[in-house]
C-alpha cells in the first residue's frame, strides 16, 4: 500500500480536492503526522471519520522497522529494514550545532565507486519519498530530539532517484512538516551533470556537495565509473553555472586514499581546478572497509595535503570523524546484516 508520507502538501491538498473535501485538510493532516506525530488515523480528532476511512484505504502510517542501533560517542548508526526485506542505513551525529543525520536514498548504488562499500552490489530500487521521511522521523523518536541539519549522503546516489529525493526536501523543509531549513539540507551527488543542470531550477536553497576525489579526469575516471560519462571539464562547467545561477553554496567532498589521490602533485592539481570557484573543499579521511583494498592516508599527508590547499587560497576543511569503530562508512551496516 502506498505510504502517507509519500505525499508532500500540495499532492495531499489535490487528493482532497478530488474527493471532493476541503484543501485545508492537508495542513491538519501535515500537523498530525510531522507535529503530533500520531501513529494511527484512530488518533486523528479534527478530520471527519468518513474521510480518515478513504484514506486509510489507500494509504498506510506505518514505519520501517528498525532492526539495530550502535551507539558511539556523538554518533548513532542505525539499521532499518524496508516492507520488502531490504536493508537501509542512516547515520545520527551530534554537532555543536545541532543533531544531523545522514540519510540513505536508494537500496545499493549503481555508481560504481571502486573505494565505496555501498556500490559493492548494484542498486536495488530506489527508496520512496516515505522511506527517507521515515529514517528523519523514527530517528527522532530513537533520541527523543530534533533533528536540525539533514545530509543525503547515505547508501545511493541522490541524482539517481531525482523526483523522490526532491519530494523529500520539500517534505522536510515545509514549515507543516519538520521545518528543516534549506540551507541546513545537503544533496551529495557523485556529478550526473544533467541532473546539476535540472537542479538548478529547483527553488530551494539547499547546498550541493560534489564527490570528487580526485583531480584529473584518468584518476578520477579509474575511481569513479560517472567520470567517463561526465568528465571533470564537464562537470566544473556545470557546477560554474549553477552557481551562477542559484548562489548556493557548493562543497567538493575529497577522500584521501593512502598513496592514491593524496600526493603533493594531486593537491597542486586540486587548486588549479577550483581555483576561482566560490566553493570550499572537505577533506575527508577513508573509513577504511575490508573488502575494498583502499587504505587511508597517513595522517601527516592529510595535514601536508590540507596546506597545499591552504597556501593556494583554497578554502578547505578536514572532516571531522565519527563512528569509525561502528562501521559508519556507507553501507558497511548492511553489508554485514546481509553478508554481501
Ligand atoms: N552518491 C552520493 C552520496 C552517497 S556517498 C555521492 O557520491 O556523493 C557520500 C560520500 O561518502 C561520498 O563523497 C562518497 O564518496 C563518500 N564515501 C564512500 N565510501 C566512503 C568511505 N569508506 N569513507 C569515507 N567516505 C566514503
Known sequence: ??????????????????????????????????????????????????????????YSLSKLTLVNVEKDTDVNKYLFKLNDGQHIEAVLMNHNYGNSICVSSQVGCNMGCKFCESGRRKKVRNLETAEMVLQILQVEEDIKARISHVVIMGIGEPFDNYDNVLRFIKIINHPKGLQIGSRHITISSCGIVPKIEEFMDFPYQVNLAISLHAPNDELRSKLMPINKVYPLEQLMNTLKKYLQKTNRRITFEYILLDGINDQTT????????????????????????????????????????????KKNKINVTIRREFGSKISAACGQLRSKEEAL
Do not use: C
Open 266 to 309: 594531486h593537491a597542486e592539481q586540486l587548486s588549479k581546478l577550483i581555483k576561482g570557484i566560490n566553493a570550499y573543499v572537505n577533506l575527508i579521511p577513508y573509513n577504511a572497509t575490508d573488502n575494498l583494498g583502499f587504505n587511508r592516508s597517513k595522517t601527516i599527508q592529510i595535514m601536508k595535503f590540507y596546506d597545499i590547499l
Open 1 to 58: 500500500m502506498n505510504s502517507i508520507y509519500n505525499m508532500d502538501i500540495e499532492e495531499m491538498e489535490e487528493y482532497f480536492l478530488r474527493h471532493d473535501d476541503k484543501k485545508f485538510h492537508a495542513d491538519q493532516l501535515f500537523n498530525w503526522l510531522y507535529e503530533k506525530r500520531v501513529s494511527s488515523y484512530e488518533e486523528i480528532t479534527n478530520i471527519k471519520k468518513e474521510t480518515l476511512n478513504n484514506l486509510k484505504q489507500e
